[in-house]
Every structure is written in structure tokens, then in C-alpha cells.
T-cell receptor, first 113, second 112 residues
């Protein structure tokens, strides 16, 4: 158990819909990262938040957005969903810096029908 | 654009054999991490290397960071079925503003 929690574990929705994925980092970790992993693919970095502020953006679509709240939990919002958005979405946290060890949550498996 | 290339992309071998996975880049990294991911789970850190030429051992796994800090390798001796998984390397550098750059991974299957 990494100490990072993600909800929900599974999500099935239809094209055009909007969903919110939630992540609680390890106690004491200030940084949260979101990743997308399609079937049999590597990790695609989406976005990094540090202590409530956006620190870095990766290959995140404009239809996707994220935020980190004062209690340090984070939400990833995916809107106007397309079939190709079906993937595993991982949240990771680290104490402060991206180059430190990142602890990953169990992921949310999203299926868009 | 910084890239970390992993090879091979896929490897299927018999239990007891040895193998090496490579992680290469044209960029210099201040640190490089190796993660292992099992199906349906998040990646878990195996090791971090920071010094050029550094060698770290974790039981049957040996990790090496290249002298120029542009490449790394993971060698597994006498592979076991429990070694099956996706192996990912990730590096941080000043050029990436110390964000991790991820390799695409090596999918390893160890057959009994």
C-alpha cells in the first residue's frame, strides 16, 4: 500500500459525458501528479500540482483539467469524453519535487462506451 | 524534446535465464529511476541512481547508471516468474525542469 488513494476504482460512462477522478496523496506529500496509461502503453504525464499550484503540464488535452485543494487532495476532470479516453488514470505523490520518488495510487480504470 | 528510449519493448524468456533491459537518451540526467508495474496496479519504485557509473544491486537485480549519465541498464540474474511485469525508467534533468521523463517501458514475461 503506497498510501495514495484514488476513487473510483472503475468508471464506465458514455461518450460526451464528464467525469471527475479523485486522488488523496500520502500524508505529508505536497506534490500530486496525474498520468494516463492506455492498454499496454507506458505512462503519459498529464499534470503536476504542488501545494495547490500548477507546476508543470504534460500532454493534457484541453478537455481535461485538474486542481489541488487546500487539503492537498486533487481532482482530475475529464469532459466531452471520447472512446480514446478509455485508459487507466494514475495519481502519484511525492514530498515536494518531481525528481523524488513518486508513490502511485492503484489507479482509476475508465471505460468510455 | 527529451526522450528516454527503452529496449527491448517486449521480452519473453524462460525462468532461470538472465536478461538486460536498457534505457537510453541523448540527454544528461541528474537522476534516473527504475519502476516495476504489475498488471492493474501502479508502478513501484525499485531504485534511484544519481552518480555516473553507479551500480546498485537489489537481490537478483543489478542497476547501472552510465558514466555520462545518459543511459542506464537493469540486469536480472536467474529470472523468476515473479519478475514478470512492466519495467519503466524515468529520468530528471535541469532541461526538463526536473520533471520526470518516462520511457515507454519494457514488458517482461518470465515463463515457468
Amino acid at each position: 500500500d503506497s498510501g495514495v488513494t484514488q476513487t473510483p476504482k472503475h468508471l464506465i460512462t458514455a461518450t460526451g459525458q464528464r467525469v471527475t477522478l479523485r486522488c488523496s496523496p500520502r500524508s505529508g506529500d505536497l506534490s500530486v501528479y496525474w498520468y494516463q496509461q492506455s492498454l499496454d502503453q507506458g505512462l503519459q504525464f498529464l499534470i503536476h500540482y504542488y501545494n495547490g499550484e500548477e507546476r508543470a503540464k504534460g500532454n493534457i488535452l484541453e478537455r481535461f483539467s485538474a486542481q489541488q485543494f487546500p487539503d492537498l487532495h486533487s481532482e482530475l476532470n475529464l469532459s466531452s469524453l471520447e472512446l480514446g479516453d478509455s485508459a487507466l488514470y494514475f495519481c502519484a505523490s511525492s514530498v515536494e519535487l518531481a525528481r523524488e520518488t513518486q508513490y502511485f495510487g492503484p489507479g482509476t480504470r475508465l471505460l468510455v462506451l | 524534446t527529451q526522450l528516454l528510449e527503452q529496449s527491448p519493448q517486449f521480452l519473453s524468456i524462460q525462468e532461470g535465464e538472465n536478461l538486460t533491459v536498457y534505457c537510453n537518451s541523448s540527454s544528461v540526467f541528474s537522476s534516473l529511476q527504475w519502476y516495476r508495474q504489475e498488471p492493474g496496479e501502479g508502478p513501484v519504485l525499485l531504485v534511484t541512481v544519481v552518480t555516473g557509473g553507479e551500480v546498485k544491486k537489489l537481490k537478483r537485480l543489478t542497476f547501472q547508471f552510465g558514466d555520462a549519465r545518459k543511459d542506464s541498464s537493469l540486469h536480472i540474474t536467474a529470472a523468476q516468474t515473479g519478475d514478470t511485469g512492466l519495467y519503466l525508467c524515468a529520468g530528471a534533468s535541469r532541461d526538463s525542469n526536473y520533471q520526470l521523463i518516462w520511457g515507454a517501458g519494457t514488458k517482461l514475461i518470465i515463463k515457468p
